[in-house]
């Protein structure tokens, strides 16, 4: 019996299926990636005919909206439970080969929050580097040590080799309790760290893992933030907003005032230089109510954004902020289960 509770509880870990029962009220959805994948430790991926399948199903059974005007409707009170608005974090290029045309043939409106520190640069982002340095076919050294600053992280792999034939860590995520091999644990205690890492001793952390396991990140499909040719492409169409995801993808908390600003201040500079139009609405990086705070809010409002997306995850009512908008972020499932989440 108890292993059917745990067993029940890690699917609705894993699924999410059963958070919405009670929500009622407009809603706001967050996706990351939408593209096949081989893992996917963060849980950022749609697949494409999932997504398809979502968007048949937002337009059956829901109203979707351009996100600023949901965000009029529910400031008049004018909005439906049935109102959805359609979000992505981060800017990875998949958004335009993948999301874009997805969208326009379902006429779903969308906006893209784009982190400029890694936009036209190929640069990896920090997570996805990660996990494609550990988890890759072949044999790993006996341990692994990482220095930050004073400090001295260790980790005994055992010289163990991963396999191709056992390619098991396309199914593991960090939602999982269980961690099949060392290289799980690496990524967990790295995570945190690099996290809120400045931009510098995040390169640092990730060049002492590629040189201690003598490899480079391998990623199948690759995944890799916008070109600038290509956000260009994203923002010429009339179903997409672009908004600002901050520069260096770190919590604002973990920054000083002076920090903060110039991340807000800088990210909408360089989108508006760029596209040649304002940029007006912004999401926290992460968007936790840890990775900022009442001060940040302030910042964001006084750098001239109109709206701020977080990850609270609930409706989106006029109890909301209109800086502090909640999220609810959508896994890789089927339509069927997508509907059912949505409880529509």
């Keep these: 019996m108890k292993k059917s509770v745990r067993r029940l509880a890690r699917f609705s870990r894993l699924t999410g299926i059963r958070k919405l029962r009670d929500e009622v009220g407009p809603k706001v959805?967050?996706?990351?990636?939408?593209?096949?994948?081989?893992?996917?430790?963060?849980?950022?991926?749609?697949?494409?005919?999932?997504?398809?399948?979502?968007?048949?199903?937002?337009?059956?059974?829901?109203?979707?909206?351009?996100?600023?005007?949901?965000?009029?409707?529910?400031?008049?009170?004018?909005?439906?439970?049935?109102?959805?608005?359609?979000?992505?974090?981060?800017?990875?290029?998949?958004?335009?080969?993948?999301a874009k045309p997805a969208l326009e043939r379902y006429g779903v409106?969308?906006?893209v929050y784009v982190s400029t520190g890694n936009l036209d640069t190929a640069q990896l982002f920090?997570?996805?580097e990660l996990a494609g340095l550990l988890f890759q076919p072949g044999p790993l050294p006996a341990k692994l040590t990482v220095t930050i600053g004073a400090h001295q992280l260790d980790w005994d792999l055992g010289e163990r080799e991963l396999s191709d034939a056992d390619p098991w860590w396309t199914g593991w995520n960090v939602v999982q309790q269980d961690d099949p091999s060392p290289v799980c644990v690496v990524y967990r205690d790295l995570c945190p760290v690099i996290r809120t890492a400045s931009t510098a001793l995040r390169s640092s952390v990730l060049s002492q893992v590629r040189e201690a396991l003598g490899r480079t990140a391998i990623l199948d499909p690759p995944c890799r933030p916008l070109f600038l040719d290509e956000l260009k492409e994203l923002a010429s169409s009339a179903s997409i907003e672009i908004g600002s995801h901050g520069v260096s993808h770190i919590p604002l908390s973990s920054l000083s005032l002076a920090a903060q600003r110039n991340e807000l201040e800088v990210s909408k500079g360089i989108l508006e230089?760029?596209?040649?139009?304002?940029?007006?609405?912004?999401?926290?990086?992460?968007?936790?109510?840890?990775?900022?705070?009442?001060?940040?809010?302030?910042?964001?409002?006084?750098?001239?954004?109109?709206?701020?997306?977080?990850?609270?995850?609930?409706?989106?009512?006029?109890?909301?902020?209109?800086?502090?908008?909640?999220?609810?972020?959508?896994?890789?499932?089927?339509?069927?289960?997508?509907?059912?989440?949505?409880?529509?």
């Design 29 to 98: 959805l967050l996706y990351h990636r939408v593209s096949t994948y081989t893992m996917d430790p963060q849980l950022l991926c749609v697949h494409p005919g999932n997504f398809e399948e979502h968007l048949r199903v937002l337009n059956e059974c829901c109203s979707v909206l351009p996100l600023r005007e949901l965000c009029h409707l529910v400031a008049a009170g004018r909005a439906a439970a049935n109102h959805v608005a359609v979000t992505f974090d981060d800017g990875y290029s998949d958004n335009l080969y993948r």
């Design 109 to 111: 409106p969308g906006t």
């Design 126 to 128: 920090w997570w996805d």
């Design 273 to 344: 230089r760029w596209l040649g139009k304002p940029v007006e609405t912004f999401s926290y990086s992460f968007g936790g109510r840890s990775e900022y705070d009442r001060r940040t809010v302030k910042l964001v409002r006084q750098t001239g954004y109109a709206s701020a997306c977080t990850t609270h995850s609930s409706t989106f009512t006029r109890r909301s902020s209109i800086l502090e908008i909640p999220r609810l972020v959508v896994r890789d499932w089927n339509g069927d289960q997508f509907r059912q989440w949505l409880h529509v």
